[in-house]
């Protein structure tokens, strides 16, 4: 089962920033928080991931508290097109054979 | 930029009917997996293959399901004799080491429908 605890909707503005949290309170010390988005019923599309310090990329930034049990994925200025499912994984990421756990996730609706 | 592809976009089959659903991955990867996601639902890993062989599965993957590299490039879900329960969407992934971390890169997927 899924490690980690996400709301089952949010809506945000387009052009404002999206934050969607995830709690993962059990995760363990060689356990990096993955994010991953599927757009309608494509196939899902891996998004940033990190350890215990903040990352940024070209797509979004991660923030993970200090205590690692949350952490909070931000789209800084949400389009239309970033409406989709979000999905906080946990995993062992040094194991090329780790599956990805998928749970509910977080539909985001981006609305004009 | 690299993709990995999947063939038949749709496939329809009858109940107890063989499918072999195919998938292209990232040239230069060098494990692959399989997961399915019943319409709905989450989606769920099925199995991971490595130097020819399966590294890990799930309990969905059993004796109905195989997998084969039948060459350098293509990777092959088999279901023997397909169920109602088959139908969703089968999506084949792969990933690498790349700077220290392994990102699994999703095909578009292949709806299949039993009837």
């Known amino acids: 089962d899924a490690k980690t605890t996400q709301p089952p909707s949010m809506d945000c503005a387009e052009g404002r920033a999206a934050n969607l949290p995830c709690n993962h309170s059990t995760i363990s010390g060689n356990e990096y928080v993955y994010w991953y988005r599927q757009i309608h019923s494509q196939g899902p599309q891996y998004i940033i991931h990190g350890l215990k310090n903040n990352e940024t990329n070209e797509m979004a930034s991660l923030i993970i508290t200090e205590d690692r049990k949350s952490s909070t994925l931000i789209l800084p200025h949400a389009t239309l097109r970033d409406t989709a499912v979000y999905y906080c994984?946990?995993?062992?990421?040094?194991?090329?054979?780790?599956?990805?756990?998928f749970g509910k996730g977080t539909r985001l609706s981006v609305i004009a | 930029e690299p993709e990995v592809t999947q063939t038949p976009s749709h496939q329809v089959t009858q109940m107890g009917q063989e499918v072999i659903l195919r998938c292209v991955p990232i040239?230069?990867?060098?494990?692959f997996y399989w997961y399915r996601q019943i319409l709905g639902q989450k989606v769920e890993f099925l199995v991971s293959?490595?130097?020819?062989?399966?590294?890990?599965k799930s309990e969905i993957f059993d004796d109905q399901f195989s997998v084969e590299r039948p060459d350098g490039s293509n990777f092959t879900l088999k279901i023997r004799s397909t169920k109602l329960e088959d139908s969703a969407m089968y999506f084949c992934?792969?990933?690498?080491?790349?700077?220290?971390?392994?990102?699994?890169?999703f095909g578009p997927g292949t709806r299949l429908t039993v009837t």
């Open positions: 992934a792969s990933s690498n080491l790349a700077g220290g971390y392994y990102e699994q890169y």
């Open positions: 994984i946990v995993r062992v990421s040094r194991s090329g054979n780790t599956p990805l756990v």
């Open positions: 293959f490595y130097n020819n062989e399966i590294s890990e």
């Open positions: 040239s230069n990867h060098l494990y």
